[in-house]
Every structure is written in C-alpha cells, then in structure tokens.
C-alpha cells in the first residue's frame, strides 16, 4: 500500500512538472550560463592560449563559442561550444579569479 502511494504521489508531481515546464523539458532544462565574470576570465585566458574569443566583454558570442569549439577540440574534451564546468576546470577560471593577489599576499603577513 506504502509503495503504491509514492507511485501515485511521483507520478503526480511528473504530470504537474510537466504541465508548467512544457513536455519534456521537466528533467532536461539549459544549465544556467556562467556569470560574466567568469565569461570574461576565460576571454582573457583563452586570448593567452592563442585563440581569438572575440573581445573580453563577458558575453559568449559567436567568437568566444568558435574559440571554445577549439579549446575544447584541442584538449580532448567534449565540444559543447560553451563554457562548461569541465571546459573552466581546465582553463583553471576558479583559480585564475580567487587567487589572491600580491597586495592582499602582503597584507596578511603583517
């Protein structure tokens, strides 16, 4: 009886999912882009690398996803044409943007 509840109660909440996402999208939604912040740190690494992202504006337009393309072709990562976790982690963006600086290096020493 327990088991026959949380069918009806599952089966319930994917019929309403459904209903208010559209069908078919109640488990597959868009990852939510990256923030420009972290847009515009990968723009600037990958322009180190040698692509041509376009210019370092924190939007991912058709520049930065051919670069991206390339980025991730050349590294052996799936190409998704965007600026993925796995396509960040390579590109160190976390690292690049959280390191502290020499300022605040010398400042905590003292």
């Given at each position: 009886?327990?088991?026959?509840?949380?069918?009806?109660?599952?089966?319930?909440?994917?019929?309403?999912?459904?209903?208010?996402?559209?069908?078919?999208?109640?488990?597959?939604?868009?990852?939510?882009?990256?923030?420009?912040r972290f847009v515009r740190?990968?723009?600037?690494?990958?322009?180190?690398?040698?692509?041509?992202?376009?210019?370092?504006?924190?939007?991912?337009?058709?520049?930065?996803?051919?670069?991206?393309?390339?980025?991730?072709?050349?590294?052996?990562?799936?190409?998704?044409?965007?600026?993925?976790?796995?396509?960040?982690?390579?590109?160190?963006?976390?690292?690049?943007?959280?390191?502290?600086?020499?300022?605040?290096?010398?400042?905590?020493?003292?």
């Amino acid at each position: 009886m327990r088991r026959l509840v949380i069918c009806m109660v599952v089966a319930s909440l994917a019929v309403l999912l459904e209903g208010l996402v559209g069908p078919g999208l109640a488990m597959a939604q868009e990852p939510a882009p990256p923030a420009p912040r972290f847009v515009r740190e990968a723009q600037r690494t990958l322009r180190e690398l040698g692509y041509q992202p376009g210019p370092v504006d924190g939007v991912v337009g058709p520049k930065m996803k051919d670069a991206l393309a390339k980025y991730q072709r050349s590294e052996g990562i799936h190409v998704t044409r965007r600026l993925d976790s796995e396509t960040m982690a390579r590109l160190d963006i976390h690292e690049r943007l959280f390191r502290p600086t020499r300022a605040a290096r010398g400042q905590s020493r003292g």
